[in-house]
Every structure is written in structure tokens, then in C-alpha cells.
């Protein structure tokens, strides 16, 4: 079974720039889920997703933080102006039930 | 909302000995489910061990086992006969179990060294 797929792994980019991320969850989950992480603490909930529908967004600085999940499935995480403060390492999961979460790699983002 | 503590940073154990790692949490709910991740290096996030809240029963996974205390609220991961590839971050998550918004809530981590 393919796990939960993330790209870029890393990406670097300046203050003001704008930068999206991808996740592919495992086939089949209907719960997808996005966190952050910054160095040296553990992950945050960003959003999360059932099916194609917003659960909880609830930490989300929707101000310049915006995502989607198109046809249920695919979801980009977008940020538009970046700051300093969102490097971060940005984590997808994805879920069959309230049991397990499933965690792709990450994506360093380096805001300079 | 729910808060996750993990007090201890960093742990360091030597290979095939035991250790434990501590975390408590505050809820006020009495129905919901945590959670040790490990994450090494490499980021993945991969799931330790599950334990819910209304079982009584401690949770074992072969080497990895839980002291599940619901009254206070703690929540410990005993590792048994460690080995150098259980070096890694470990975070102590919580689960809510009442449907709907069920994101994991994390601590901070603790940064287990295996000294061979």
C-alpha cells in the first residue's frame, strides 16, 4: 500500500513570496489533515479535511494560510505572503478511522 | 482545549536496557485516545502505540508498553530492551473520540538518545 505523498521536500523561499505544498493521501482515506511543525516542537493542526469539506480550520491563519482539497482526494496547503515565522516542517496525514493517522515526509519549508 | 506535556527534552538509555518516557494531558472529556508517534530524522511520523481512554487494560506492543493512569492524567511509554533504532523523537499525542474535529493534539517531544 503507497503511503501518504508530499512534495516538495524542501523548498526555500524569501519573506513576501508565496509557496503551496501538495499531499496524495493513502487511497481510500476520507479524513486528510495538515500540520505544522516548527523546529523543536511538536506538530500543529493546521486544517482538516472529510472527503472534500472543511472539519476544523479553527487554527488556521487564514489571513495568508489557504487550502483546499479538490474532488476529495489531492490537497494543497498554500501560503501567500510568507514571514519568517512559518518556516516550519508542514506535515500531511491521512486517516481510514479514529484509530491511526498516517504521516507522509514533510516538507521543509526555509523562509529567509 | 486539550493540552499534551512531555517534561523531559531529552532521555538517554543505554541499548538493551529499559526506559521510561513520561506525558500527561488535560481534558475535559471523558472518552478519547492517545497516542505515542515516533519520528526519526528522516521525519516520518510512524505510530508507536494506541491506547483508549474507556479500556483499563495498559496497551503493549511488543517491546513498547503504556501506564495508562486516567484519573491523573498520565500517560508514560516504557521501552524494554532498547535498541540503537529506537533512537529517535517521541511525541505523546491526544485524540478526541467525540466525532468530528479529531485532529491529534502533540507535546513537545522527547529526544531519546540509545547509547550502545
Known amino acids: 500500500e503507497a503511503g501518504v505523498a508530499q512534495s516538495p521536500r524542501y523548498k526555500i523561499i524569501e519573506k513576501r513570496q508565496s509557496v503551496a505544498f501538495w499531499c496524495n493521501p493513502i487511497?481510500?482515506?476520507?479524513?486528510l489533515y495538515w500540520y505544522q511543525q516548527i523546529l523543536g516542537q511538536g506538530p500543529k493542526l493546521l486544517i482538516q479535511?472529510?472527503?472534500?469539506?472543511?472539519?476544523?480550520d479553527s487554527q488556521l491563519p487564514k489571513d495568508r494560510f489557504s487550502a483546499e482539497r479538490l474532488k476529495g482526494v489531492d490537497s494543497t496547503l498554500k501560503i501567500q505572503p510568507a514571514k519568517l515565522e512559518d518556516s516550519a516542517v508542514y506535515l500531511c496525514?491521512?486517516?481510514?478511522?479514529?484509530?491511526?493517522?498516517?504521516f507522509g515526509p514533510g516538507t521543509r519549508l526555509t523562509v529567509t | 482545549a486539550q493540552t499534551v506535556t512531555q517534561s523531559q527534552p531529552e532521555m538517554s538509555v543505554q541499548e538493551a536496557e529499559t526506559v521510561t518516557l513520561s506525558c500527561t494531558y488535560d481534558?475535559?472529556?471523558?472518552?478519547?485516545?492517545l497516542f505515542w508517534y515516533k519520528q526519526p530524522p528522516s521525519r516520518q511520523m510512524i505510530l508507536v502505540i494506541r491506547?483508549?481512554?474507556?479500556?483499563?487494560q495498559n496497551a503493549t506492543e511488543n517491546r513498547f508498553s503504556v501506564n495508562f493512569q486516567k484519573a491523573a492524567k498520565s500517560f508514560s511509554l516504557k521501552i524494554s530492551d532498547s535498541q540503537l533504532g529506537d533512537a529517535a523523537m517521541y511525541f505523546c499525542?491526544?485524540?478526541?473520540?467525540?466525532?468530528?474535529?479529531?485532529?491529534?493534539?502533540f507535546g513537545k517531544g522527547t529526544h531519546l538518545i540509545i547509547q550502545p
Open positions: 479535511f472529510q472527503n472534500n469539506g472543511v472539519v476544523d
Open positions: 481534558t475535559s472529556e471523558s472518552d478519547y485516545y
Open positions: 499525542a491526544y485524540r478526541s473520540a467525540g466525532g468530528g474535529a479529531d485532529g491529534l493534539t
Open positions: 491506547q483508549e481512554a474507556y479500556k483499563q
Open positions: 487511497s481510500g482515506h476520507a479524513t
Open positions: 496525514a491521512s486517516s481510514p478511522s479514529i484509530y491511526e493517522q498516517y
